[in-house]
């Protein structure tokens, strides 16, 4: 009978980096380029990166496109009603071996509650 070693594996920890800026294009529109990346290890060997570009129109409507390096392709849009954000996504793989796994959906919900008055206080101490 073979004896099966369990190998211990160290993992030092996720890290995560994020960016975007908006770029007014009309009063009613506005375009938000962006990037996500992500690692497992400290010297990003297994590193991905997400690239996304948004349209909002009035602030209440966006559409985007995102590519995530050597996987899928997402296309997205979300709407915002009184407090309530919606959004729909839509995820395109691009990997060989999981064509079996053609797409993935996503549903999100979120809810605002409210500005806090303290938020940006710091605003008005400079």
Known sequence: ????????????????LTGGIKFPISPD??????????????????AQMDLTARAYYKDDYWAGVSWRTGDAIIAMVGLKYDRFYFAYAFDFTLRIFDRRVLELMKLSLAVKFGESARRYRWINAY
């Open 29 to 46: 529109w506005t375009i938000e380029p962006s990037a996500f990346i992500k690692a497992s290890d400290m010297f990003f060997k297994s």
């Open 1 to 16: 009978m073979p004896i099966h070693q369990k190998t211990k594996t160290t993992q030092l920890g996720n890290y995560y």
